[in-house]
C-alpha cells in the first residue's frame, strides 16, 4: 500500500460499520478470506458477515517470525483452513472462488524427520491427500456455492495437484482457469456448463488415459473422439489459452480447436518450451500444409496472441495454418521475448504424457 | 382545470430541449449544481440512467437529497474521467475475460483517483456511488476500503476505521475459538 493508502490518520466516527450489510459484503470480498473471517472479532456488527461475501479467496501469504518468508500455507494448514471455510460457507452463493497459493511450504514434521524414507513418504502421501482435499473443495464451489469463476493453482514441493474426476455440472460456470494441476481428459468434460466461456488450463499435464500405450497418432485421434462428445462444450468458448501440449507433430490437435469453438474471440498459443528441446512432440517439417478438410475459424477471432521465447521456426508453420483457416494477418500478434512467470523446472512436463 | 395553452408549449419546447442536452444538471443536498455528460451518467449509473429514460431529470437540477456537494463533485469528476478515458491497447486485448470477472481490477487512474480522497471523503464517495447504483464507482471505492484492511490484526482494522468492539472478553474469547482456523499465525 503506498503512502496515500494510509488515508488521513485516524478517523473519527465508524464509517465502515455504518455502510449497508451489501457494500460490507463487497469490501469483504476483496479481501483473501483469512482476513474477511478475521473481521469477526472486530465487533457484533461483524460477527457473520464475511459468510455472505461473494468470493472465496485464498492466495500467496508469506509467513512472519520463525520461517520467514515461506508461506503460510502448508498442506496441513491449507486443508484445514479451506475445509473450514468452506463447511462454514455451505451453500451462500458465491462469484468467485479462487484459491491460488502457489508453492505450499512443508509441514512442521516434515522439516526435522530423520528418517528421509519416512519423510519422503509422508510428503507423498500429503500430495495425495491434498489432491483428494482440492477435488472436493471444486466440487463444493462449483455445486453449491454456484461459483461463476473457478482459479486453482496449487503446488507442493514442485508437485502438481492431481484433480480427481470431479463432475463439473454448472449453469452458472463461466470461466476456469486451473493452472499446477495434472488433470485426465476425464476431468476435463465441460459439456454440463452452458455458460461457460473462458477455459484456461497452464502448467498442467494432461492424462490421457492408460487406453493408449503405444502411438502419438493414435493420442490424435483419442482427442477426436474425446472432444466429438463434448463438442457443444466449445458451443460458447469465447478466450482460449493452448500451450505446448497441444503442439501435436500434424498440428491436428490446435486445428481441431479452431474447427469446433464457432464463437471464439480470443486465441493464445503460449510455445515457451517449443525450442526444439528433446522429447517434444512437434516435428516442422517443410511439407505444405494441406488441410484435411475446409473451414474457417470463428468470425469473431480477433485477438490472436502467439508467444515465444525467442525466433521460433513453429511460429511460421503456425501463420500458415491460422491463415489458411481464415485468421486475418492484423488480428494476429506475436511476442517473441515471452518468458512467464513458471519455473524452468518444469520445462520438460509440458506435453501430453502418454501410459 | 384550467388548461393554459402557451404554457403547455413552452413546457414541451422545455422538454424537447431537455432531451436533445448532452448534458445532465445535478443538485447536492447543499443546493450546488454540477454539470455531468448524460451518456456517461447513464452508463456508469443505473439510478441516473432510469431518471434520463423516465424523464425525470430537472432542468433546473435534478434533486440528490442524499449527497453532499464534495461527495458530487467527486462523482461527477469520476463520470467525467470515465468518458474521457481512453482503455489501453491491454485492456482491450483481455476485454473478453473482463467482461466475465465478477471484479474488474481498479485501473491506475482510478486507484489515484481514490487514492486521493480523505478518510470521510471516500466513505461519502461509497455512500453516494451505492445510492446511484453506480457499480464501477462502487467496487473501486469497497476495493480501496479493502486495500485499508488487508493484512492488518483486528486491533489495527478497529484504529484505522475507529471500531468500537462492544463485544464482552468471554464473547470474544469464544469466537476466537470458534473460528481457531483462521487464526493460524497466533
Redesign the interface.
Known amino acids: 500500500m503506498g503512502k496515500t493508502g494510509e488515508t488521513s490518520a485516524a478517523a473519527t466516527e465508524d464509517r465502515i460499520s455504518a455502510l449497508p450489510d451489501d457494500v460490507l459484503h463487497l469490501v469483504l470480498s476483496c479481501l483473501p478470506s483469512d482476513d474477511a473471517v478475521r473481521t469477526s472479532v472486530l465487533a457484533r456488527r461483524w460477527r457473520h458477515q464475511w459468510k455472505s461475501a461473494p468470493a472465496i479467496r485464498v492466495a500467496f501469504r508469506r509467513r512472519c517470525g520463525r520461517h520467514t518468508g515461506s508461506s503460510i500455507w502448508t498442506p496441513r494448514t491449507l486443508t484445514m483452513f479451506v475445509n473450514h471455510l468452506l463447511l462454514l460457507w455451505g451453500y451462500s452463493p458465491v462469484d468467485e472462488c479462487d484459491i491460488r497459493c502457489g508453492e505450499l511450504d512443508q509441514d512442521e514434521d516434515d522439516y526435522y524427520s530423520g528418517d528421509q524414507m519416512s519423510a519422503c513418504i509422508s510428503k507423498r502421501t500429503a500430495g495425495e491427500a491434498l489432491s483428494t482435499v482440492a477435488g472436493m473443495w471444486i466440487r463444493h464451489a462449483v455445486s453449491f456455492c454456484k461459483a461463476r469463476v473457478l482459479k486453482v493453482s496449487v503446488r507442493h514441493i514442485g508437485n502438481r495437484l492431481r484433480i480427481p474426476d470431479v463432475p463439473f455440472v454448472s449453469e452458472n460456470l463461466t470461466k476456469v482457469e486451473i493452472a499446477e494441476a495434472r488433470l485426465t481428459f476425464d476431468t476435463l468434460d465441460f459439456s454440463r456448463c452452458p455458460a461457460l466461456e473462458v477455459l484456461e488450463f497452464s502448467m498442467s499435464r494432461i492424462d490421457v488415459g492408460r487406453i493408449l500405450r503405444h502411438l502419438m497418432m493414435c493420442l490424435v485421434q483419442f482427442i477426436f473422439r474425446r472432444d466429438c462428445q463434448f463438442c457443444t462444450a466449445f458451443g460458447n468458448l469465447k478466450t482460449l489459452l493452448l500451450n505446448e501440449w497441444c503442439m501435436t507433430p500434424d498440428f491436428s490437435t490446435l486445428v481441431y480447436f479452431l474447427r469446433y469453438t464457432p464463437v471464439l474471440e480470443k486465441l493464445t498459443l503460449q510455445l515457451e518450451y517449443c525450442d526444439g528441446r528433446s522429447g517434444l512432440a512437434v516435428d516442422v517439417t517443410d511439407e505444405e500444409y494441406s488441410p484435411q478438410e475446409d473451414f474457417f475459424v470463428s468470425k469473431q477471432l480477433n485477438v490472436v496472441e502467439i508467444k515465444c521465447q525467442k525466433k521460433n521456426e513453429l511460429v511460421g508453420k503456425l501463420l500458415i495454418i491460422l491463415q489458411t483457416h481464415g485468421v486475418r494477418h492484423q488480428h494476429i500478434n506475436i511476442e517473441q521475448d515471452f518468458c512467464s512467470s513458471r519455473g524452468k523446472i518444469f520445462a520438460d512436463l509440458h506435453h501430453i504424457y502418454v501410459y | 382545470m384550467e388548461v393554459d395553452k402557451g404554457k403547455g408549449e413552452a413546457e414541451e419546447t422545455r422538454k424537447v430541449a431537455e432531451a436533445d442536452r448532452d448534458t445532465v444538471t445535478l443538485k447536492s443536498s447543499d443546493g450546488k449544481l454540477f454539470e455531468v455528460s448524460k451518456e456517461a451518467a447513464a452508463r456508469l449509473s443505473t439510478v441516473l440512467a432510469g431518471m434520463i429514460a423516465g424523464g425525470s431529470i430537472d432542468d433546473n437540477g435534478t434533486d440528490l437529497k442524499q449527497i453532499g456537494s464534495e461527495a458530487l463533485e467527486n462523482v461527477v469528476d469520476y463520470c467525467n474521467k470515465h468518458a474521457n478515458s481512453i482503455p489501453s491497447a491491454a485492456l482491450i ?2 476485454s ?2 473482463f467482461n ?4 474488474k481490477e481498479p485501473e491506475e487512474w482510478e486507484r489515484k483517483f481514490v ?6 471523503a ?2 461519502d464517495l ?2 453516494a456511488a ?1 445510492f446511484l447504483g453506480m457499480e464501477r464507482l ?2 473501486v471505492t ?2 480501496k ?8 490484526s ?1 486491533d489495527q ?11 464482552t472478553k468471554e464473547e ?1 474469547e469464544e ?2 475459538q470458534e ?1 481457531a ?5 497466533d
Open positions: 486485448s483481455s473478453i475475460s466475465t470477472a465478477p471484479f487514492d486521493r480522497l480523505s478518510h470521510d471516500l466513505f461509497v455512500e451505492n462502487l467496487d469497497c476495493h476500503i479493502s486495500e485499508m484492511m488487508k493484512g492488518k483486528p482494522i478497529r484504529e484505522v476505521f475507529n471500531i468500537k468492539n462492544d463485544y470474544l469466537i476466537r473460528l482456523w483462521a487464526f493460524y499465525d
